[in-house]
């Protein structure tokens, strides 16, 4: 576009061409001036509407208002929904430590009413004979100012307490493998008497010999008992010897690992072979007299690597 000027009848004419960088300009120029009014004019309009009070900037300011609120409240709403899911995942979580917690204090010999049970939602209350009062608190009101916990103090608080449940959840694990591991241990020590709630005729130790009338060292214990009482293993493992021995009569040994073994001997009856495997308090074999003996009990002999220990040492009190 070819834009001709003439300033007087005898002047010169002036010609000026627009050419596409021209009109980009003009076009820039343009839309700055229109985003600068639309910016004054929305800082005049919320700054002094309320001064004005017409009703038109009144409209718009209160319409702009409940945007902002519209937005604050989808933008609260989503962190609170986040943190009632991330709250849910720890009532969960809390709930899995007061089972594992439980089969934790049973394993160990604990009363599991003594674990703290977990905070009963308000659709879960529970009976007043059975509810578990909070431990009590108290304490003056503080002369100190108060607040409110804001929203960043309590995503910490979330943060740390998940933290927290995290390391009890591992902490309670390895304790539970452990328990579990020492639970299966005793298993194989001899704790369980082969005869329950008999006394002893004899005990470990040195005494006098009952057919020599000499001082001599008696390997095991003696359990008397009718003929046929039944005779339990005391704790599980494998029978390495059943069969009769000159002096013990009809005997039944069993390995229980780690150079451990049980005797069971004067047995009336066996009742289980050689290579067998026998579970803490089955039955093994029968009361008898066979063997040196001087009337029906029970010889029963703890070894250790082939050194004789006190039976009694492993038996549980009471």
Do not use: C
């Not at 916990?149 to 390895?174: I, N, P, S």
């Not at 073994?261 to 066996?270: D, E, I, P």
């Amino acid at each position: 576009m070819n834009i001709i000027l003439v300033s007087g009848a005898h002047a010169r004419a002036r010609t000026v061409t627009l050419d596409w960088r021209h009109w980009l300009a003009g076009g820039l120029v343009l839309f700055v001036l229109f985003i600068a009014f639309t910016l004054l004019f929305n800082f005049l309009t919320l700054k002094w509407a309320a001064a004005i009070q017409h009703p038109w900037l009144q409209a718009i300011v209160l319409a702009d208002q409940r945007e902002e609120a519209r937005r604050n409240l989808e933008k609260t709403q989503g962190h609170i929904n986040a943190m009632a899911l991330r709250i849910g995942e720890l009532q969960a979580r809390v709930l899995r430590l007061d089972g594992l917690g439980e089969r934790l204090a049973k394993s160990a010999g604990l009363n599991p009413q003594e674990l703290p049970a977990a905070t009963p939602q308000d659709d879960e209350k529970p009976a007043k004979d059975d509810a578990d009062p909070a431990p009590g608190r108290g304490g003056p009101v503080s002369s100190l100012p108060t607040r409110s916990f804001t929203e960043d103090e309590f995503e910490k608080m979330l943060a740390k307490l998940t933290e927290e449940v995290d390391v009890r959840t591992d902490q309670y694990g390895v304790l539970e493998a452990l328990l579990v591991q020492d639970s299966a241990m005793q298993k194989f020590l001899p704790t369980h008497e082969p005869i329950p709630d008999h006394w002893f005729s004899s005990n470990f130790g040195y005494r006098i010999d009952p057919f020599t009338g000499l001082r001599t060292f008696h390997e095991g214990i003696d359990f008397p008992a009718n003929v046929g009482t039944t005779v339990t293993a005391a704790a599980s493992g494998k029978v390495i010897f059943a069969d009769v021995h000159p002096e013990y009569g009809k005997m039944v040994d069993i390995d229980h690992g780690n150079g451990l073994v049980t005797r069971y001997a004067h047995a009336r009856k066996l009742l289980v072979r050689v290579g067998d495997l026998v579970m803490r308090g089955q039955p093994i074999a029968e009361v008898g007299t066979t063997g040196r003996t001087t009337g029906p009990h029970l010889h029963y002999e703890v070894r250790l690597n082939g050194t004789p220990q006190n039976p009694a040492r492993f038996f549980k009190p009471g």
